[in-house]
């Protein structure tokens, strides 16, 4: 980037450079960008049933799930009803190779979230953290390894040492 650039951000870069205005997406994009969330909404909702909702003057582990899950699906469904209606351009950008990057991170993190309870705290965090600085944030080897290995250490003590939260973990101190 130039340092004319850089010293004013106001002024406009050339054409071809980072600033450059994504591409639009269209009308299916965005449905599919909202019904992902509804998906996902409802599946979490139905997994919140199944925790005891209880009641909002004696909830359960479920209901604060329940909450965010109907949150989600009504994001969703307003993406929806917005992209269904728009007129002309709905303001929503084409998927790009950053919307791949941001489906694995999620892949990861539901892969991380299934293992949390078979293996352990310190196992599956330390990949997850390894995994996405290296190959999601194209940090060198030697980093990631030691970011993802001292901030999972910092997790043990903060929660597991510190505020003593019954998380599965492998190592006891």
Known sequence: MSEAVMADPERE????????EARPGGRVQAVVAGALPVAL???AAWLAFGLDVGSLTDPGPGLWPLIVSGLLVACGAGIIIVAATAKGPNGTEAFTKGTINVLVAAGALAVYASLFEVVGFEIPTVLLLFAWLRFLGRESWLSSTVIAVV???AFYALFILGLGVPLPHLIAF
Do not use: N, Q, V
């Open 151 to 153: 901030a999972t250490a």
């Open 41 to 43: 909404g409802a599946f």
């Open 13 to 20: 870069a050339p054409e071809g450079d980072a600033f450059d």
